[in-house]
DNA sequence: AATAAAAATTAGGTGTGACTAAATTATAGT
DNA sequence: ACTATAATTTAGTCACACCTAATTTTTATT
């Protein structure tokens, strides 16, 4: 029973995200994320493989996934990162594109009586401020059904349900474009040829995202 | 420019309220408040000496002072605690018993924003649940003119105003003799063999405390 | 002033989690 | 199949902050 340090912590998280599609992280792609040497992962991710009860698999060059035990860590350091999100935007007044860093750093360090308490005070919502499931206390990740934005079609029409980034700059520059949680979107007009797509955001005057927008705001088509 | 560690963090503070009466903190007592051996807050202490902006002032078998960058540090890290403490218990509903541990260990990682936006939801308090100083924003250590309820004798009457006492069981007795902040006191009977303070709290019986209660509770005698 | 006790420091060592440089293994293009 | 490139691992270091054991310095007692 070693303790699971802020480091191992992160790890997980981004092991988490990593292997979301169903593939193995690379020691590259996890020490990129990390912001650490490839060298350093390596060591790192061969200590969390061993011991009698380890938090990833690994196999030499093979990548590593999490298990069961380590994807339960990993979802309660995700499941506090949401909460933190939440609870700063709604009982603190941070704004949406502020909120990463600071929840990246609590989220290590909040006891579970806290979270318990800024669960309860928020209703115990399911989604943070971008959108992201928030998994439950029992440590289940909610199923999403929506899909990108660059998927759709005119003359469809969709809600915004999630905004995939963490990054300050885009997150402003899509909060200016009215492309947040919640907006009502219709496909006008998709270009075979480049990917864009011009889409009307709130009936307001149609504007043109490319794919590396597209891709990272997911909808869902017909909401209840 | 070398960075202020939490562990640094935490001698400083031990340090302020260690040499808060104005004597220089000796190596074990440090080391005791710390919970570490005093080996150990010889290294440390060494290394906070050195360099070219010094957090303390340090000679050997002499003890340890804060300098005035030192000072700073530890006064940013009070303020953390402090207003942590305040937003726990009045945001969130933790009782003052409870409080310690959490704020001991978030102070260390919320950033000015943070410390910012909850001082203003809480009104910019003064005073933290326990009746501690919260150092103001630009770190001034706000005076205190209190004085040991031990030192009241019949039949002077007093408000409290603050109980300096970090231990969960020792608050929780406090509070179920009514001895919180805004009590009106008043002693009744002064015992000089056994220094026993027969005191009425808030109109009710009178209670007999010992010097080991009395010594940890701040009144006020003339209220505003 | 001598000496016993207490306080503090030094010496040597540990585990964690990073680093760089070098070596190895895998992958892809010809 | 061969080879260049990219990905990954190994080897060797380092800083941090702690530890225990041994030594030195201070202080208190007689
Ligand atoms: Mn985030
Ligand atoms: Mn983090
Ligand atoms: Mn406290
Ligand atoms: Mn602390």
């Known amino acids: 029973m070693k303790p699971i340090t802020q480091n191992i912590q992160d790890y997980l998280k981004e092991i988490y995200t990593l292997t979301d599609g169903g593939e193995a992280a690379s020691t590259t792609a996890l020490a990129a994320r990390l912001g650490i040497a490839p060298a350093s992962v390596t060591g790192m991710v061969q200590k969390l493989a061993g011991g009698t009860h380890p938090l990833v698999n690994y196999r030499k060059h093979q990548g590593v996934t999490l298990t069961p035990e380590g994807k339960r860590a990993a979802l309660e350091v995700i499941r506090h990162h949401r909460l933190l999100e939440t609870y700063l935007v709604t009982m603190l007044g941070y704004s949406w594109d502020n909120v990463h860093e600071e929840a990246c750093r609590l989220e290590h360090f909040i006891s579970e009586e806290f979270e318990s308490r800024i669960a309860v005070a928020l209703g115990n919502p399911?989604?943070?401020?971008?959108?992201?499931?928030?998994?439950?206390?029992?440590?289940?990740?909610?199923?999403?059904e929506s899909l990108a934005l660059s998927a759709l079609r005119p003359p469809q029409k969709a809600v915004i349900v999630r905004v995939r980034a963490d990054d300050?700059?885009?997150?402003?520059?899509?909060?200016?474009?009215?492309?947040?949680?919640?907006a009502k979107i219709q496909a006008v007009e998709y270009?075979?040829?480049?990917?864009?797509?011009?889409?009307?955001?709130?009936?307001?005057?149609?504007?043109?995202?490319?794919?590396?927008i597209s891709d990272k705001i997911f909808v869902v088509c017909n909401p209840l």
């Open 126 to 144: 399911i989604r943070d401020p971008h959108g992201e499931l928030i998994p439950t206390p029992e440590l289940e990740m909610p199923s999403d």
């Open 168 to 182: 300050s700059a885009l997150l402003r520059h899509l909060e200016s474009l009215g492309l947040v949680p919640g």
């Open 191 to 212: 270009s075979l040829f480049d990917h864009n797509l011009r889409i009307q955001v709130d009936e307001k005057l149609p504007i043109v995202v490319g794919s590396a």
